[in-house]
């Protein structure tokens, strides 16, 4: 089965600082890959997804997204954040079978 | 609108009293999923519905049970709930099991506090 790492627990950036959020996953067959969202008391929204063709992502609130297939990467990108991004983000990853794995989470914090 | 509810959204209960988390979603959805949240372990599943009638167990569902008798509903059930099921629980739905590239569309979350 598919497993999903993001190694920062917790990031904290200043307003206009640029992100970027890891994510390594582990399988070797074709997957689907996504970015949630969870705003503080919030459910979790779709930030964007991955299936095929450019592997450079573009998703709403100016994040993107960027699969390197020989990396088993997904790393998530901003370049400029806002203190209204302060949420935890989730990485999330679907093989063929259809079994969704998410990462644990990374938690960002920025300052005004 | 389309979405996934959940009731209720806050639940404070004691060990052992059975209790029932529903999860509605009014998109036609024939998958539908039940997760938890914990700190430092994202989300696990723990039940998940194919379609009406078939219910399957995700990683982690000792201490649930699921039901899924109409296509719209998905209750979550605790049986006799323990400390170690606090936690913070997400139902998702998705059109249709074996499309990888569907989205899941996750409730609102229901808090469960087990004394």
């Known amino acids: 089965a598919q497993s999903v790492s993001q190694h920062n627990h917790h990031v904290i950036l200043s307003e206009a600082a640029s992100l970027e959020l890891g994510c390594n996953y582990s399988?070797?067959?074709?997957?689907?890959l996504f970015w949630y969202v969870q705003y503080p008391g919030q459910h979790l929204q779709l930030l964007l997804k991955?299936?095929?063709?450019?592997?450079l992502v573009k998703g709403i609130k100016g994040f993107e997204a960027e699969f390197i297939k020989s990396k088993f990467s997904f790393n998530l990108r901003k370049p400029s954040v806002q203190w209204s991004d302060t949420a935890e983000y989730f990485c999330?990853?679907?093989?063929?079978?259809?079994?969704?794995?998410f990462g644990a989470g990374t938690r960002l914090t920025v300052k005004p | 609108e389309a979405q996934v509810t959940q009731n209720p959204r806050y639940l404070i209960t004691v060990t052992g009293k059975k209790l029932t988390v529903t999860c509605s979603q009014n998109?036609?959805?024939?998958?539908m999923s039940w997760y938890r949240q914990d700190p430092g372990l994202g989300l696990r599943q723990i039940y998940y519905?194919?379609?009406?009638?078939?219910?399957d167990k995700g990683d982690v569902p000792e201490g649930y049970k699921v039901s899924r008798k109409e296509k719209r509903n998905f209750p979550l059930i605790l049986e006799s709930p323990s400390p170690n099921q606090t936690s913070l629980y997400f139902c998702?739905?998705?059109?249709?099991?074996?499309?990888?590239?569907?989205?899941?569309?996750f409730g609102p979350g229901t808090r469960l506090l087990v004394l």
């Open positions: 999330a990853v679907k093989a063929n079978n259809n079994d969704m794995r």
């Open positions: 399988y070797g067959g074709t997957v689907n």
């Open positions: 991955y299936f095929s063709g450019d592997p």
């Open positions: 998109m036609n959805h024939e998958y």
């Open positions: 519905s194919m379609n009406v009638e078939v219910t």
């Open positions: 998702a739905s998705q059109k249709r099991w074996g499309e990888p590239q569907e989205t899941q569309y």
